[in-house]
Nanobody, 122 residues
Framework: QVKLVESGGGLVQAGGFLRLSCTAS????????VGWFRQAPGKEREFVSI????????YSPPSLRGRITVFQDNAKNTAYLQMNSLEPEDTAVYYC???????????????WGQGTQVTVSS
């Protein structure tokens, strides 16, 4: 069964740090592009970062660059998103996604995690 399971969300203070995990089962994460997205209440799903392990590239939008680190542990079939200097505006449900042709458009992914809530308190 193909599945992505996320963990690591919760309540964080402004200025703090978070690390989210995204563990795949039923397929090899290292053969796919992993994207991270978030969605705040009443807002569109927003691109956060992408790690293209087969191409050894990663990218985050300029508004988030410098606060984001993405990496993978292929032995654990798990991808990670780290974000520092958190702000209340970072409050959202965070999703990981995987696909052979993924990019910064959420519609290009085949598999999705269940989402994990991140709440940043001021």
């Amino acid at each position: 069964q193909v599945k992505l399971v996320e963990s690591g969300g919760g309540l964080v203070q402004a200025g703090g740090f978070l690390r989210l995990s995204c563990t795949a089962s039923g397929f090899t994460l290292g053969n796919n592009v992993v994207g991270w997205f978030r969605q705040a209440p009443g807002k569109e799903r927003e691109f956060v970062s992408i790690l293209n392990w087969p191409a050894s590239t990663s990218y985050s939008p300029p508004s988030l660059r410098g606060r984001i680190t993405v990496f993978q542990d292929n032995a654990k079939n798990t991808a990670y998103l780290q974000m520092n200097s958190l702000e209340p505006e970072d409050t959202a449900v965070y999703y990981c996604a995987a696909g052979r042709q993924g990019d910064d458009n959420w519609k290009t992914y085949d598999y999705w995690g269940q989402g994990t809530q991140v709440t940043v308190s001021s």
